[in-house]
């Protein structure tokens, strides 16, 4: 049975930092492109960054780029997310997501994953 399962958020002051994990099993998660996406209350799913199968590349939405960065750790089975410089906007519940095998590249439409897990909150306040 594929799951996956995020943890790692909290509550950090303005300019914290925060370390997202998403934990696969039930499969191999570094064969499957890995993104992450977020919700606040009130609006819709956004991309926030992905990381292709097998790690070749990364992409990150504009409003993170240079603040979060994605890595795997093969042997756990997790790919992480570190998130840096958090701004009063970022707080929400971010997911991580696989799409189905065979599909490698990264994208960040919620609509090309099959794969969700149940999220983890993160809150940025001071």
């Known amino acids: 049975q594929v799951q996956l399962v995020e943890s790692g958020g909290g509550l950090v002051q303005p300019g914290g930092s925060l370390r997202l994990s998403c934990v696969a099993s039930g499969f191999t998660l570094d064969y499957y492109a890995i993104g992450w996406f977020r919700q606040a209350p009130g609006k819709e799913r956004e991309g926030v960054s992905c990381?292709?199968?097998?790690?070749?590349?990364?992409t990150y939405a504009d409003p993170m780029n240079g603040r979060f960065t994605l890595s795997r750790d093969k042997t756990k089975n997790t790919v992480y997310m570190q998130m840096n410089s958090l701004k009063p906007d970022d707080p929400a519940i971010y997911y991580c997501?696989?799409?189905?095998?065979?599909?490698?590249?990264?994208?960040?439409?919620?609509?090309?994953?099959?794969?969700w897990g149940q999220g983890t909150q993160v809150t940025v306040s001071s």
């Open positions: 990381i292709s199968g097998r790690g070749v590349s990364t």
């Open positions: 997501a696989a799409r189905t095998k065979g599909f490698r590249s990264c994208v960040l439409s919620h609509d090309a994953y099959a794969y």
